[in-house]
């Protein structure tokens, strides 16, 4: 018979009550332990597809594009100031030494010669007439006819005369150079490649007025990111001309810079060795180059994964199953491969597909079907 237990005492029903609680209680545990263990039993390691890591040859290549340039190339410039009142050349006109560019307003200059050819004669005429007294008091002084004091002054006179002579002789001749100078004229043979100043502008003294590509030697000038040429490009490096790939030239690195430019890049310039003529100054050339050989890593992109913004990739202890993320230095980028330059050792297992499913420590298993 089951009595109601509105019916009971209110002491019994509280008892009552804690017991079905207790009761409740220890269902739910069970319960919840059952379905625990349940989900244990259910749980499975993650499969995924690994490689093992294998060194093979690799040699990579560069092809980069640049531009012939001179091996010296000089700013022609007046060494002392003035108005251009004349240019005889062009951009892209060959010059020969000597050969007149440009010229200053030559007045100032000329004036002054003319002032120091009359300071030469004035000096002169001075000269000749100290001379004369000099001599006939050498002359008196050795009959006895003249004091001591009157020859010395005399030849201290004749001493003056001809130092004057001398320092307006050497006016005289800085004159005449500074006439010279308000001429520009090329010093070597080659081209006119740029033209800074035109006729009426007033040049300072050094201030670039020509551009001149010296002939002789020529490079090939490339800018490239640092890390092209830190592998050891072996010697034979080919160069070629864009427009006509049949011509072509061997060339060797003759100059690397020794700070980034711009856009972060260095610049090189590399030796042409016997340029064909058709390798005019301006002609655009692609420069290629082989590496020496050297062992690496190669792994499908899908085993690319980030530490902290670094490559790196996740490696397999094959005793306990763990995995390990593990940061690498990359050689190069390929459309389906990466080229891996160290951090891996031959054999070790590397995960190639269920990267984006991997924490660190965590056990896996090998898939089926792994390649």
């Known amino acids: ?21 207790c009761l409740t209680c220890c269902l739910g545990i069970a319960l919840v332990g059952g ?66 560019l440009a010229r200053l307003d030559p007045k100032v200059q000329a004036a002054d010669v ?26 008196l002084l050795k009959d006895g006819f003249t ?24 006016q005289l001749a800085t004159a005449r150079d500074q006439l010279t100078q308000t001429e520009l004229r090329a010093p070597s043979p080659g081209v006119i490649t ?38 050891g490009f072996k010697e034979d490096i080919e160069v070629a001309l864009v427009s006509d790939p049949k011509i072509k030239a061997r060339g060797e690195v003759r100059e690397v810079s020794p700070a980034l430019n711009a856009t972060g890049a260095v610049r090189v310039k590399i030796a042409i060795q016997k340029p064909p003529p058709e390798m005019v100054l301006g002609s655009a050339v692609t420069v290629s ?15 690319l994964y980030s530490d902290g913004g670094k490559p790196a990739v996740w490696v397999v202890d094959p005793k306990s199953g763990a ?15 990466i080229v891996i330059r160290a951090g891996l050792r031959p054999g070790e297992l590397v995960v190639t597909v ?5 924490r660190p420590a965590q056990q896996v298993t090998f898939a089926e079907n792994n390649q």
């Open 194 to 231: 740029a033209r800074h100043m035109e006729v009426g502008q007033v040049a300072q003294p050094g201030q670039a007025v020509f551009a001149l590509a010296q002939d002789g030697p020529r490079d090939a000038v490339i800018n490239v990111q640092e890390s092209v040429f830190t592998g």
């Open 147 to 170: 004091t001591q004091r009157d020859y010395d002054k005399a030849e201290q006179e004749h001493r003056s005369a001809q130092a004057m002579l001398d320092g307006a002789r050497a």
């Open 323 to 337: 995995v390990a993320l593990r940061r690498v230095e990359i050689e190069s980028y390929g459309n389906t491969d």
């Open 35 to 100: 379905c625990d263990q349940k989900g244990t039993e259910n749980h499975s390691l993650l499969a995924v597809k690994v490689q093992p890591v294998k060194l093979v040859k690799y040699a990579p290549r560069a092809t980069l594009t640049g531009e012939i340039t001179a091996r010296v190339q000089s700013e022609l410039s007046f060494r002392i100031g003035g108005r251009i009142v004349e240019r005889k050349v062009e951009v892209g006109q060959h010059v020969v030494p000597g050969e007149i």
């Open 1 to 21: 018979m089951t009595i109601p237990i509105e019916k009971l005492s209110k002491h019994r029903r509280s008892r009552v009550r804690r017991e079905m609680l």
């Open 354 to 358: 269920g990267t984006q499913l991997l």
């Open 114 to 139: 003319e002032g120091a050819s009359a300071g030469v004669q004035a000096a002169e005429a001075k000269l000749s007439q100290v001379t004369s007294v000099f001599e006939r008091q050498k002359a």
């Open 289 to 303: 180059a082989h590496a020496k050989e050297r062992e690496t890593a190669v792994l499908p992109w899908s085993a």
